[in-house]
């Protein structure tokens, strides 16, 4: 199994970015997919998740609407619309997939290696 991250990089504060998570090696479309980020010394936490239809999302208190998760099942992507970014959404952002859409990370069974996003001025 294999989840390959990318879209990271380099943007002022209120840009945009789109990460892309691209599944392989599993039936992508029997797996609940979410974004988790993690700073350096703290622990990694929820951002986004999404159902295996994508049907149904469900987001962390501090998006508020600015992040916005989809996936394509037939191309085995998912994807995290992120935007309004802010300083302190500076972070590495990780892919991963599990039975169900939760919110504990410890619950996935699979992790990308994960995309820097630097928000600064």
């Known amino acids: 199994v294999q989840l390959q991250a990318s879209g990271g990089g380099l943007v002022q504060p209120g840009g945009s970015l789109r990460l892309s998570c691209e599944a392989s090696g599993l039936p992508f479309s029997t797996y609940a997919m979410a974004w988790f980020r993690q700073v350096p010394g703290k622990e990694r936490e929820f951002v986004a998740a999404i159902d295996r239809s994508g049907i149904n999302t469900y987001d962390a208190d501090f998006v508020k609407g600015r992040f916005i998760i989809s996936r394509d099942n037939p191309k085995n992507m998912v994807y995290l619309q992120m935007n309004s970014l802010k300083p302190e959404d500076t972070a590495v952002y990780y892919c991963?997939?599990?039975?169900?859409?939760?919110?504990?990370?410890?619950?996935?069974?699979?992790w990308g290696q994960g995309t820097l996003v630097t928000v600064s001025s």
């Open positions: 991963a997939a599990a039975s169900f859409p939760l919110r504990a990370s410890e619950m996935y069974n699979y």
